[in-house]
């Protein structure tokens, strides 16, 4: 995997099947859906790097609706018939939520894993405070990525990744993923949802399940066994059929921790 100018566009030829966007989480970038990339030859796949992070590290993060708009703009501009079905995972599962509330009509389907709607408090909350004095550290991203599951030849580019995330940035998006809280109007979507949490992650993903069905009751949950938060990287064979089956289908992935 490289980092660098990792591609907006997969699959211009591709003919006949809709396009999928994926949306990273806050501590990787666009270059990390290059294994799904590579699962799904013959479809037409958008990766954009958020404001902030990969190729527009210079940007600033300024909200999680900013972040929507901007993932709208690419949306009418490059998806086919200018929509698309949306995958967040983390942040990117965040700011799906918002594109949700502020541009349902550009939406086939959406999934996202490893959202913590609700928002984080108590002892997670002051966890992450403790994260940005160590935000320039290599030893701190290396702790981060055992703590994610991340495969060992993934390890060295999450951390070249991290230390390309400017502080500010994380300062300001760590109080937006903090805040929590369903974004207004989310119930003008009323396309298919599908809410995700690893079986292995924070507690705080699941318990935002009932928020989201609260606002959306065509949402469909599921628990991916034994996944830690970015598992897009940790098991890419299970992500990427899950994201087949819903987009597809509407179909979840038969195996379950039960």
Known sequence: MSQVHYPLEHGADATGTDTILFLHGGNVASWSWQA?????????????????FGDRSGEDWLSLGQAADDVAGIIAAHARGGRAHLVGLSLGGLVATQVMARHPGLLRSCLV???????????????????????????????????????ADAVDLFVEHGLSLRADNARRMFA?????????GLGNYHGPLLAVAGERESRIVRDSFPLLVTHLPQTRTWIAPGMHHV???ENVELFTR?????????????????
Do not use: C
Not at 242 to 258: K, Q, T, Y
């Open 176 to 184: 937006d993923v903090n805040r929590g809280g369903a974004p207004e």
């Open 242 to 258: 899950m994201v087949l089956g819903w987009v597809d289908a509407s179909e979840v992935p038969a195996r379950d921790p039960g």
């Open 36 to 52: 799904q990339v590579e699962g799904m030859p013959g479809r037409h796949l958008l990766t954009p790097d958020l404001p902030g």
């Open 231 to 233: 598992w897009s990287i």
């Open 113 to 151: 894993s490893g959202v913590p709607l609700t928002g984080v408090h108590g002892t997670v909350r002051f966890l992450n405070t403790l994260q940005l004095p160590l935000w320039n550290r290599p030893w701190y991203w290396r702790a981060q990525a055992k703590a994610f599951g991340l495969p």
